[in-house]
């Protein structure tokens, strides 16, 4: 009789709490993923950027030269400048 044995089942890394993948984890990775509290914490995420504070006038002044160009009519250009201005 012969039993077939899958090739994971018969390398040596099949042994402790870690699985051998077939290679897939190097001989760090198996010890890290067998002895998770000796694996250091990942670093915090760091903390969201700051809007940066952009100048009413120079807002202004673009919102202009879109009006100058043609891009935004004088209703979106009334609409844009309140919005800006706040009023």
Do not use: K, N
């Not at 198996?30 to 000796?38: I, K, L, T, V, W």
């Amino acid at each position: 009789m012969v039993v077939l044995v899958p090739r994971q089942v018969r390398m040596s890394g099949m042994t402790g709490h870690v699985p051998y993948y077939g290679g897939r984890f190097t001989p760090a990775q198996a010890y890290a993923a067998s002895h998770p509290q000796g694996v250091a914490a990942p670093p915090p995420a760091p903390a969201p950027a700051a809007r940066p504070v952009r100048d009413p006038r120079s807002a202004l002044d673009s919102l202009d030269r879109l009006l100058a160009d043609g891009v935004v009519d004088q209703q979106e250009y009334d609409d844009l400048r309140d919005r800006i201005t706040g009023a």
